[in-house]
T-cell receptor
Framework: ETGVTQTPRHLVMGMTNKKSLKCEQH?????MYWYKQSAKKPLELMFVYSLEERVENNSVPSRFSPECPNSSHLFLHLHTLQPEDSALYLC????????????????FGSGTRLTVV | DAKTTQPNSMESNEEEPVHLPCNHS???????IHWYRQLPSQGPEYVIHGLTSNVNNRMASLAIAEDRKSSTLILHRATLRDAAVYYC????????????FGQGTTLQVKP
């Protein structure tokens, strides 16, 4: 149990489907993140939420839509994805809501393995 | 952003110490040195971090050079479960707390 739970663990979806990935943390952290890890590539930071407000969007296509209703939950809504979007999607949280205290570590979930067919 | 350089891969024998190097010659005074590892089919796991002084925890030790331009993650007795990709990452106060991953070092542990 890492403290950050992601569901589902695996997801297969067609290009016309709409699905959502869920992330939940019970660590009392104030910042949450979405990362994408494609095969044989480094993790790519997609979105950053600090105190439930999106503070960063790293040029992610609009077919990925994040939502952070409260500090414990983070969603990634998916629609009209492409096969190249198949990847491991990782959620993380940290205690630092401001990004100005780099002494805090991140806690990651186990990820959702997404396959777009 | 300050970058880090790590060897692509390393090998170790089980129950022997492992020293994983990281160069960060452009580190700024406020950058923390973080280490994470990623086991197969899992998300990254926090290992250790430090600023200037050497650090120890139950997982590993972090040795930081006096000029802070390099650091070494030390696993005192490698086990097969330590086989993973190890990432050395600089985290500064001015980068909105972004943890940016590079390629890391793939550690193989031989029985």
């Amino acid at each position: 149990e890492t403290g950050v739970t992601q569901t589902p663990r695996h997801l297969v979806m067609g290009m016309t489907n709409k699905k959502s990935l869920k992330c939940e943390q019970h660590l009392g952290h104030n910042a949450m993140y979405w990362y994408k890890q494609s095969a044989k590539k480094p993790l790519e930071l997609m979105f950053v939420y600090s105190l439930e407000e999106r503070v960063e969007n790293n040029s992610v296509p609009s077919r990925f839509s994040p939502e952070c209703p409260n500090s414990s939950h983070l969603f990634l809504h998916l629609h009209t994805l492409q096969p190249e979007d198949s990847a491991l999607y990782l959620c993380a949280s940290s205690q630092d809501p401001t990004g100005h205290a780099p002494a805090y570590g991140y806690t990651f979930g186990s990820g959702t393995r997404l396959t777009v067919v | 952003d300050a970058k880090t350089t790590q060897p692509n891969s390393m090998e170790s024998n089980e129950e022997e110490p492992v020293h994983l190097p990281c160069n960060h010659s452009t580190i700024s005074g406020t950058d923390y040195i973080h280490w994470y590892r990623q086991l197969p089919s899992q998300g990254p796991e926090y290992v250790i971090h430090g600023l200037t002084s050497n650090v120890n925890n139950r997982m590993a030790s972090l040795a930081i050079a006096e000029d802070r331009k390099s650091s070494t993650l030390i696993l005192h007795r490698a086990t097969l479960r330590d086989a993973a990709v190890y990432y050395c990452i600089l985290l500064g106060s001015g980068n909105t707390g972004k943890l940016i991953f590079g390629q890391g070092t793939t550690l193989q542990v031989k029985p």
